[in-house]
């Protein structure tokens, strides 16, 4: 089998970049099975930049906003190409604080020069203020709203990339696990763990966690798994996504709420804990006393693909040029999935991309 490119991954990087390849003309093979932990069919689907540390600084600053500001129209033209109807959330996100400590500190952190820039089109709000716009939170000191954020229902989300690239005539999908890439002559030659393969001439690793797997890659990425519980509560109480307590509570179209979540590093083992479970019903409780007597319907793990920095990993390997890295994303897969399929499309295809990619080098670690 012959292609222009190869992708490697069917989770969120994968589809968004094989579709963004396939929509220049570039011939695309999309490689992969699905793993039982995977990172995007377990996300809660936040689009946060405004609470999230990792992006709060320089060139990835104006990344993650980018990402988050183009949400509403790629969802737009997805469904549109699809018929999937994909539930967004543009209400705001709520960050907040249990007590008048961490009030203060949410506050000071938020006039600070990182996160500045992040939120400063957003508002405080007292603790009255939370009550008026949220009844069923616990009583809080306070916190911000953060007008701009929002949720995506990744599972919709999914569904409608896995049918744009299973319909797009420049797609070929290969359920099929890559082993090894072959890079000595200077174009890509993939085998799969069922002994087929494919040439071309550019390979996009864009695996999550299962990336660093891959034999034969030059300078494999420094991903590691870190598991993330969550559960599913069948109650919807709130509007708004709210962030705090060391979790976060995200109110669903169906009626459901998604609470999570964990933070382990136990490998690649996708299995909830009981100990796990009851951390993330201690954040439902503490930020929504309602929850506390809902039925929890399902519970999951998801394995966070984490790069040492919290950073993704995007762009070309400092040996072998052909390959493109497209991983690592960590907490925010889901928020810069769109961006990161078209920036790694335009490197792939020759084109400058316009955003400043530097804190993503691969060569960095």
Known sequence: MVA??????????????????????????????????EASSAAGGMLAPSVEAE?????????????????????????ARTGVDIPLNRLGILEVAATDAEATT???????????????????????????????LAPLAGGFLHPEDGAVDPLRLLDALRIAAAQHHKVTVVTEDVCYADVSNGR?????????????????????????????????PPVTPVRGQMLGIQAAPLRHVVFGAGGYVIPKTDGMTTVGST???????????EAGLAHVRRIAETLV???????????????????????????????????????GHSRNG????????????????????????????????
């Open 289 to 327: 006393p309602e929850l506390a007597q809902a039925e929890a319907s399902a519970a999951w793990a998801g394995l966070r693909p984490l790069s040492p920095d919290m950073l993704p990993i995007i762009g070309r390997d400092r040996d072998a040029p052909q390959i493109v890295y497209a991983c």
């Open 4 to 37: 222009d490119a190869a992708v490697i991954g069917t989770g969120i990087i994968g589809l968004t970049t094989a579709i963004a390849l396939a929509d220049r003309g570039v011939q695309v093979t999309l490689l992969g099975r699905a793993h039982r932990g």
């Open 106 to 136: 949410l506050r000071k952190r938020a006039a600070l020069g990182d996160f500045k820039s992040l939120v400063s089109t957003s508002v405080w709000l007292d603790a009255r203020a939370l009550a008026d716009l949220e009844p069923a």
């Open 55 to 79: 992006v709060a600084r320089g060139p990835a600053n104006v990344f993650a906003r980018a990402a988050r500001d183009g949400y509403p129209a790629y969802v737009e033209a997805l469904s």
């Open 188 to 220: 890509c030659m993939i085998r799969t763990d069922s002994e087929n393969r494919v040439e071309t001439d550019h390979l996009v690793v864009a695996a999550g966690a299962w990336a660093p797997l891959i034999e034969g890659i030059p300078h494999p």
């Open 263 to 273: 933070t382990e590093a136990v490998g690649f083992d996708p299995e909830t804990t």
């Open 334 to 365: 889901i928020l810069l999935g769109p961006l990161t399929g078209e920036v790694v499309a335009d490197l792939v295809s020759g084109r400058e991309p316009q955003y400043d990619l530097s804190q993503f080098r691969p060569d960095r670690f």
